[in-house]
């Protein structure tokens, strides 16, 4: 007997009240298993989807058809939803996706034949305890991801099944079981027929576990990286040659995510911040090895990467800013040019200020740094926090000035805003410049 949530137990009584046999099946149980907390409750019933949904409604609850050509309803209970799948065979998968077709059940074990690994492919109902046909129960215990069945078979099925069972030996620390590695290894090329946004869906997954290090680990040992983001097969063992990093740019990038929280735009700005350093790579005459201007190149290709993952506009634009800046602390800015990096970062600044420090001391973090590097990043985070402290002007909008004030002069419409930005960069060299009377007098010269 499971030690179940009260809710889950009214659920089971609710149905069973219905006529509704239904099971506890998927990631839900085996997380029960494992001790941890399940984010979802799914439940598998040995009926129709037209007629759960009956009798469902039949009990006052609110339903959705969230995937009925798949069986799939979600019910809400107690102000929370739950999804309910009819039991079911699938047949074959043609696009290695969706089945062709799906035929309804009764036969839990028939149901529990379809899924992908065996530490999924369990079911409980308080009556008849748990139903683990594939010995999943004892995989979890023995620290193994294993298929149900034909390896190969449940991978071509459905391809993402290769990066889900990265993910899933990642998060619980699982060994693969040597024929579902071997079948991971000759299947990985059907990954090019899977939609790139479920394949971004999986990077996400791993990216926010608690250690993302394992999983991006694997994606390296089964050559998983030309399918997702093919530059960053190339910084696997790619050698530095230089006195700042003892790992090469792969290992350095995995410790530079794992020093990162797990916040979705900066862990993949960790994972693509060095992704241009084997292309821009040079090696001098006495073999030390340079990367001139990786940050900038790495920008572009960070944005072309998450567009081809098709990334929303405002992740690739937080992103493509946090790889352009993570250098910047090496540099010493006059400091006009820090307020120019303080007027590219989006609003609210100082949030997105934070941020680039938070991917500047993983980057530092995951180097061979020493207590001058330490000294130099924490004098230009000061710095930076002190600009935007004092209010100084950074923006069109911060001028003592405005368009309508140059109407009054004579400046054309089409010099307005051209004039208002070399306003601007005055003032931000020397914010005194920044009262109306001193403006205007340069602008009543222009007009």
């Not at 007629?51 to 102000?79: C, I, M, N, W």
């Not at 003892?246 to 960790?270: I, K």
């Not at 950074?394 to 004039?419: M, Q, T």
Request: one cysteine or more; proline letters at 5%.
């Amino acid at each position: 007997m499971l030690n179940l949530p009260e809710k889950i137990n009214r659920i089971f009584t609710m149905t069973e009240e219905k006529g509704l046999p239904v099971w506890l099946v998927g990631g839900c149980l085996r997380d029960l298993l494992l001790g941890l907390a399940p984010k979802d409750w799914d439940f598998a019933v040995a009926l129709p989807p037209q007629e759960a949904e009956e009798r469902l409604k039949g009990a006052g609850l609110k339903v959705y058809e969230t995937g009925l050509k798949h069986g799939t309803l979600t019910f809400r209970f107690e102000k929370e939803n739950f999804e309910l799948t009819s039991l079911r065979l699938d047949g074959p998968y043609p696009d290695h996706r969706r089945p062709e077709w799906v035929k309804f059940t009764q036969d839990i074990r028939q149901d529990l034949s379809r899924r992908d690994f065996t530490i999924n492919a369990m079911a409980y109902r308080p009556g008849d305890g748990l139903t683990d046909p594939y010995g999943g129960r004892e995989d979890l215990a023995g620290g193994i991801l294993r298929a149900v069945g034909e390896a190969e078979k449940r991978l071509e099925e459905d391809a993402l099944r290769v990066l889900r069972a990265v993910r899933f030996a990642g998060r619980f620390g699982l060994r693969i079981e040597p024929s579902l590695a071997s079948a991971m290894r000759g299947q990985a090329g059907l990954l090019s027929a899977i939609s790139r946004e479920r394949i971004a869906a999986e990077l996400n997954a791993m990216l926010l576990e608690k250690n993302p290090v394992p999983a991006l680990e694997l994606l390296a040992d089964f050559g998983l990286w030309p399918y997702i983001i093919p530059e960053m097969a190339a910084c696997v063992g790619f050698q530095q040659h230089s006195v700042y990093h003892h790992l090469d740019v792969y290992g350095h990038t995995l410790l530079a995510v794992a020093n990162t929280p797990p916040q979705l735009e900066l862990r993949l700005a960790a994972l693509l911040h060095d992704m241009a350093k084997p292309a821009v790579f040079t090696l001098d005459a006495k073999g030390k090895g340079h990367f001139y201007d990786h940050e900038l190149a790495g920008a572009k290709m960070a944005r072309k990467a998450l567009q081809g993952l098709r990334y929303s506009r405002a992740v690739q634009d937080k992103v493509e800013l946090l790889v352009r800046f993570h250098m910047l602390h090496l540099k010493t800015l006059k400091s006009v040019t820090l307020k120019r990096f303080l007027r590219a970062l989006p609003k609210p600044r100082q949030e997105s200020l934070e941020e680039v420090l938070v991917l500047q001391k993983a980057d530092l973090l995951a180097s061979r740094y020493t207590k001058e590097s330490v000294a130099e990043y924490e004098a230009f985070a000061q710095r930076s926090r002190t600009v935007l402290e004092s209010g100084c002007p950074l923006d069109i909008a911060d001028l003592a000035i405005d368009g309508r004030d140059l109407v009054e002069v004579g400046i054309p419409e089409n010099k307005r805003s051209s004039f208002l930005e070399e306003m601007l960069e005055l003032v931000m060299a020397y914010p005194a410049m920044n009262n109306r009377q001193q403006l205007m007098a340069i602008a009543e010269r222009r007009g």
